[in-house]
């Protein structure tokens, strides 16, 4: 950790002079994590968290699709993302046109669509989720039939918690998540039969069928502080074992995980140039956001 240091005491103080706030996803790495991050979270308590910043400015380190809904929700703020390339694989799946397929072929039914998309998207749809709260939203819908957008992995496992509505969904994934096999799953656990498998519910339903847990990744720390001791393998992406690792000492955290590319496009260097030269700011077009904030709000209303 000593190597951070001068870039971790910069960045610290360069947002104090600069009233800004760093708001960080589960994601970045332990460096970021816990040296410069003022809130971190999931992706639904980013977004409740973004309602509440009293600071001009703020540093998402997360993904661009993150930085867009801290836009729309603070328009007269500066939100500042350290890479514009922090993208994400379901955030470029679908598009505006995209949900008006869906419209056209489920005629009447709600779209629900994943945080994990861009502004244009979330305007045209009726309301958010995240991993979080998806199936809470999903069963709340006066709809027999919900289109959820775009990850079709969430979709199927909201489908299996909600069997009271029939679930459509769009067919992109996630790269980090669809990496991961039942065979795998089930290869590790009869090697390792102690351990607790938790996985993301953005993993296909027959991996999510042989984990012991499934929930976002606020869910899986909740889960693995609350119940362990003892060895867990974290089914999602890799900085999560590393930043809760120190906290808990008692858990031994195993087995293999995969790197978000895009998460990892955010480093301490990029977060101090970002905040010494305001770059680079996210701007989303008024009526979108106007649009997209409604969706956003719906989403943070049914979830409090
Ligand atoms: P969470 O809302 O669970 O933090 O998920 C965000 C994400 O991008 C996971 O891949
Ligand atoms: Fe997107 Fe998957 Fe990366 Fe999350 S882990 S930001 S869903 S590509």
């Not at 799946?93 to 072929?105: N, Y």
């Not at 995980?257 to 955010?266: A, Q, S, T």
Request: aromatic residues 6%.
């Amino acid at each position: 950790f000593a190597r951070y240091a001068p870039y971790i005491r910069a960045i610290n103080k360069l947002k104090r002079e600069k009233n800004a706030v760093i708001l960080a996803h589960n994601y970045m790495t332990p460096e970021i994590y816990h040296g410069v991050a003022d809130v971190v979270g999931d992706s639904l308590q980013l977004a409740i968290e973004a309602t509440k910043v009293q600071a001009d400015t703020i540093v998402q380190c997360g993904v661009h699709f993150m930085a867009e809904t801290s836009k729309i929700l603070n328009p007269a703020k500066t939100v500042l993302i350290p890479d514009v390339k922090a993208g994400c694989s379901l955030a470029e799946s679908i598009t505006a046109e995209g949900i008006a397929e869906m419209r056209a072929k489920y005629p009447g039914a709600p779209v629900v669509s994943y945080v994990n998309t861009t502004a244009e998207v979330k305007a045209a749809s009726d309301i958010c989720c995240t991993s979080s709260n998806a199936a809470q939203i999903v069963a709340e819908m006066d709809s027999d039939v919900v289109i959820m957008t775009p990850d079709q992995y969430l979709a199927q496992n909201v489908a299996n918690e909600v069997p009271q509505k029939k679930v459509v969904w769009w067919e992109g994934s996630c790269i980090v998540h669809e990496q991961y096999t039942k065979d795998d799953i089930n290869a590790f656990r009869a090697l390792n039969s102690d351990t607790r498998i938790i996985a993301h519910p953005e993993c296909p339903p027959d991996v999510v069928a042989v984990s012991d847990f499934s929930g976002s990744t606020s869910g899986i720390i909740d889960y693995v502080t609350r119940e362990m001791p003892g060895s867990a393998m974290l089914v999602t992406e890799c900085s999560m074992a590393s930043n809760i690792a120190d906290a808990l000492p008692e858990v031994d955290f195993t087995g293999p995980c995969n790197m978000c590319p895009y998460m990892k496009k955010i480093t301490l260097e990029k977060i101090l140039w970002s905040l010494h030269t305001g770059t680079e700011a996210v701007e989303v077009d008024p009526q979108i956001a106007a649009k997209a904030k409604i969706a956003v709000e719906r989403m943070i209303e049914l979830s409090q």
